[in-house]
């Protein structure tokens, strides 16, 4: 299966790799099958153990095998062309999860293969998507959301291959990140919107804690409390029915579409009557009701740079940018 020459000019690792991805594409080796040991390798062709070793982790480094401890390595993918393979770990997928998704395979370059999983805020399937994948990819991009000790499980993946998106817990720290700031996005973001919201009798927030940061909600009353804006929190918008005055702060689509639906029932005329901040903006955003306002951070930016530092190879923690984005619904 291996072919090793003298004096041909080839590295004598890069001659095993050139073996072993023949094998591959010749159908002799396949998915799932064990490579020859090191030792083996070693003692047919006279090589060091370094050698082997150096030729077993570029493959392994490729996605092309992946070891297994006391067991020795096996093949995990046929497609030789690929030259690294991501672990992407998304909490649900929406409009604007897509459009970050789209944004970093864009400019990820060739030959990189993503896998997407979704852990839809399930404790759960967060660590066993993790614990089964271990070892079998070059990088690890994971969006924890709000799920609690999430560090007890990805602290079992090398820190260096470990990139943490959008929220980033206090005990994540250690790990490079591409993150929004929520506590202070949405304070600024209303803040900015100050002049508008001061005509309304009351702020409210739905903030259910299952799907949401925490941040948001701290922002959230620190703005209300520094400029003394009545208001309150709610957790679900059933058997809400809304009255003249009030705004509404709406994180996601689903219930921004219900309150809407519920302003047409009630017969309440949107920033006249009634008013609605939505977050993460989309193109839905741009035309529903003449336009919804939003506090939205840049997804497309944020999966350039995802992608930047993954061909880079770069370590950090980075912000990304967050505006207002004021529109007819306030």
Same mark, same amino acid.
């Given at each position: 299966?291996?072919?090793?020459?003298?004096?041909?000019?080839?590295?004598?690792?890069?001659?095993?790799?050139?073996?072993?991805?023949?094998? &591959? !594409?010749?159908?002799?080796?396949?998915?799932?099958?064990?490579?020859?040991?090191?030792?083996?390798?070693?003692?047919?062709?006279?090589?060091?153990?370094?050698?082997?070793?150096?030729?077993?982790?570029?493959?392994?480094?490729?996605?092309?095998?992946?070891?297994?401890?006391?067991?020795?390595?096996?093949?995990?993918?046929?497609? &030789?062309?690929?030259?690294?393979?991501?672990?992407? /770990?998304?909490?649900? +997928?929406?409009?604007?999860?897509?459009?970050?998704? *789209?944004?970093?395979?864009?400019?990820?370059?060739?030959? &990189?293969?993503?896998?997407?999983?979704?852990?839809?805020?399930?404790?759960?399937?967060f660590?066993?998507?993790?614990?089964?994948?271990?070892?079998?990819?070059?990088y690890?991009?994971?969006?924890?959301?709000?799920?609690?000790?999430?560090?007890?499980?990805?602290?079992?993946?090398?820190?260096?291959?470990?990139?943490?998106?959008?929220? +980033?817990?206090?005990?994540?720290?250690?790990?490079?990140?591409?993150?929004?700031?929520?506590?202070?996005?949405?304070?600024?973001?209303l803040?900015?919107?100050?002049?508008?919201?001061?005509?309304?009798?009351?702020?409210? /927030?739905?903030f259910?804690?299952?799907?949401?940061?925490?941040?948001?909600?701290?922002?959230?009353?620190?703005?209300?409390?520094?400029?003394?804006?009545?208001?309150?929190?709610?957790?679900?918008?059933?058997?809400? !029915?809304?009255?003249?005055?009030?705004?509404?702060?709406?994180?996601?689509?689903? *219930? /921004? +579409?219900?309150?809407?639906?519920?302003?047409?029932?009630?017969?309440?005329i /949107?920033?006249?009557?009634?008013?609605v901040?939505?977050?993460?903006? !989309?193109? +839905?955003?741009?035309?529903?009701?003449?336009?919804?306002?939003? &506090?939205?951070?840049?997804?497309?930016?944020m999966?350039?740079?995802?992608?930047s530092?993954?061909?880079?190879?770069?370590?950090?923690?980075?912000?990304?940018?967050?505006?207002?984005?004021?529109? *007819?619904?306030?």
């Amino acid at each position: 299966m291996i072919s090793i020459q003298d004096k041909i000019g080839i590295p004598k690792y890069k001659q095993i790799v050139y073996s072993i991805e023949e094998a &591959i !594409t010749s159908g002799v080796l396949k998915k799932g099958d064990q490579l020859p040991s090191i030792n083996k390798v070693k003692d047919a062709h006279s090589l060091s153990r370094d050698t082997v070793l150096t030729a077993f982790n570029e493959l392994k480094n490729r996605g092309i095998v992946q070891s297994v401890v006391g067991k020795g390595y096996y093949v995990s993918s046929e497609d &030789i062309n690929v030259n690294q393979k991501v672990f992407l /770990l998304f909490d649900e +997928l929406n409009s604007f999860k897509e459009d970050l998704y *789209n944004s970093f395979l864009e400019d990820l370059g060739e030959n &990189i293969q993503v896998d997407i999983f979704f852990h839809h805020f399930n404790t759960t399937i967060f660590s066993k998507l993790i614990h089964d994948n271990i070892g079998a990819y070059n990088y690890y991009v994971i969006m924890p959301a709000n799920l609690n000790n999430t560090n007890a499980v990805i602290q079992n993946l090398p820190q260096d291959k470990v990139y943490i998106l959008d929220q +980033l817990h206090d005990d994540l720290k250690p790990y490079s990140a591409i993150y929004q700031n929520f506590e202070k996005d949405i304070f600024n973001g209303l803040k900015k919107a100050l002049h508008l919201i001061e005509k309304y009798k009351k702020l409210i /927030l739905l903030f259910p804690e299952d799907k949401q940061p925490q941040g948001m909600l701290k922002g959230f009353k620190l703005f209300c409390e520094t400029y003394h804006i009545n208001y309150s929190v709610v957790d679900s918008l059933k058997n809400n !029915t809304p009255k003249p005055g009030e705004l509404y702060v709406i994180p996601d689509d689903k *219930n /921004l +579409l219900r309150i809407i639906k519920s302003f047409k029932n009630n017969n309440l005329i /949107l920033a006249q009557d009634v008013g609605v901040i939505s977050y993460n903006d !989309t193109l +839905l955003k741009e035309i529903v009701a003449d336009g919804i306002t939003t &506090i939205s951070t840049d997804f497309n930016a944020m999966g350039k740079q995802l992608a930047s530092m993954i061909r880079n190879k770069e370590v950090g923690k980075i912000v990304n940018p967050n505006n207002l984005i004021l529109r *007819n619904s306030l």
